[in-house]
């Protein structure tokens, strides 16, 4: 299969605005060409880095204060040392969008690492110079042909593990296990990977949450064994604010095969839906009806928060 032939949750149209833009590093905003790193740093040299990734709708940046507060608890976990507070974060969010004169259908990454390292060793304390930090915003909006194009997912034997060896709810920079599933799932002609437990319940994809529709209601994991997107809760709670069944469980491979429909969320693309799971097409290949339920009732959302932004 070509790479032609595959699809994924963050497809977007090309942008050639984005070929100038300017790129935050550690308090200089400069031409993507010139936003370096060293090689000592700590993200590059480990993976010892904590991200979130954002989204701008009409000049508002949607659920920012959950996305702060899940990266700040993700560097409280690790012990890394941010440097700044939210609001000069996200101070230093809004200008690095101003200097790219970004103002809708942006999609921002903000990465933090523990920084640069005086040895290419482990050990914390030899990260002595404080954090990098890096906010890389783009002009970025998502295909909407994905609605009918759908997204197929193989399941893989690569799981999302227990927390005592990388709590899958860290936000990290070590994401090997996640791409190891990805290229696996590509291999067997698939867009993304289905990933298991560590029980062997469905849990979430190599790079979104997962959800299924039975007889109208909506399935998704327990949540003990994924990240908790953000955009994952927003859904579980239009649905129990709007009357949709919906349940987070432990469920089966049996019951997925069997579901009327099944999507993904992510912050990017906010809902997509699967069309093909393990070579068995899902809802006859086609996005169901609670699906674009969910769909609506997000993006009116969306207008909400920023109507609300904006007084």
Excluded at 7 to 17: F, I, K, N, P, Y
Excluded at 221 to 245: F, H, W
């Amino acid at each position: 299969m070509n790479d032609a032939d595959h699809v994924s949750t963050h497809d977007a149209a090309a942008d050639v605005r984005n070929d100038t833009i300017k790129i935050y590093v550690d308090g200089n905003i400069v031409h993507r060409d010139e936003a370096k790193v060293s090689v000592y740093d700590s993200g590059f040299m480990l993976g010892d880095g904590i991200w979130e990734g954002l989204r701008l709708y009409d000049g508002v940046l949607s659920f920012l204060d959950a996305h702060l507060d899940r990266l700040y608890e993700a560097a409280l976990y690790l012990d890394l040392d941010i440097g700044m507070d939210g609001d000069q974060l996200t101070a230093a969010i809004h200008d690095t969008l101003r200097a790219n004169d970004m103002h809708t259908d942006v999609h921002l990454r903000v990465m933090v690492t523990r920084g640069r390292k005086r040895k290419p060793f482990q050990h914390p304390h030899l990260s002595m110079w404080g954090s990098t930090i890096v906010i890389i915003a783009e002009h970025s909006k998502p295909d909407e042909t994905m609605v009918q194009r759908g997204i197929r997912l193989h399941t893989v034997p690569h799981h999302r593990g227990l927390p005592l060896t990388q709590d899958a709810k860290l936000n990290s920079h070590s994401k090997l296990n996640c791409i190891i599933a990805l290229n696996h799932a590509i291999r067997a002609g698939a867009d993304e990977a289905l990933m298991l437990d560590p029980f062997g319940f469905v849990n979430t994809t190599n790079a979104c949450n997962f959800f299924i529709v039975r007889k109208g209601a909506v399935w998704t994991s327990t949540g003990d064994y994924c990240m908790n997107g953000i955009t994952r809760q927003k859904v579980i709670d239009l649905c129990r604010e709007n009357a949709i069944p919906v349940y987070e469980r432990n469920f089966s491979l049996v019951d997925t095969y069997g579901a009327d429909e099944a999507f993904l969320t992510g912050t990017f693309g906010a809902q997509t839906p699967v069309f093909e799971i393990d070579g068995r097409e899902i809802g006859g290949g086609k996005a169901g009806p609670v699906f674009h339920r969910i769909r609506g009732l997000y993006k009116d959302l969306i207008a909400e928060q920023v109507a609300l932004a904006k007084g």
